[in-house]
């Protein structure tokens, strides 16, 4: 099995900027996507951003695009989420994601959370105004 561990999440104002990190161990060798959801009360769990392993091709939320930036560190098994320009909107429990089951991108819906078969124990994010 895989296991992920979280760091990064906390409080700051809005329009700061924060570095989520998820950390990937275990059975990795056949990581395919890692991706970050977030969820807020009384919210669905929503998808923020995603990155494929090989060759890195990254999807965002058009609710982040431009703000968030995801990126990998292949030698790490780690993945990390740049959110800046934060806003209260952005508040949220932050879950990271990894699928090991695919072998190709096809038909891989990387936007919903079904898809993930791994999951972080969530880091909380709050941004104040």
């Known amino acids: 099995q895989v296991q992920l561990v979280e760091s990064g999440g906390g409080l700051v104002q809005g329009g700061g900027s924060l570095r989520l990190s998820c950390v990937a161990s275990g059975r990795t060798f056949s990581t395919y996507i890692m991706g970050w959801f977030r969820q807020a009360p009384g919210k669905e769990r929503e998808f923020v951003s995603a990155?494929?392993?090989?060759?890195?091709?990254?999807y965002y939320a058009d609710s982040v695009n431009g703000r968030f930036t995801i990126s990998k560190d292949n030698a790490k098994n780690t993945v990390y989420l740049q959110m800046n320009s934060l806003k209260p909107e952005d508040t949220a429990v932050y879950y990271c994601?990894?699928?090991?089951?695919?072998?190709?991108?096809?038909?891989?819906?990387?936007?919903?959370?079904?898809?993930?078969?791994?999951w972080g124990q969530g880091t909380q994010v709050t941004v104040s105004s």
């Open positions: 990155i494929t392993w090989i060759p890195g091709e990254t």
């Open positions: 994601a990894s699928d090991t089951s695919h072998l190709t991108f096809s038909g891989f819906e990387y936007y919903q959370a079904q898809e993930y078969d791994y």
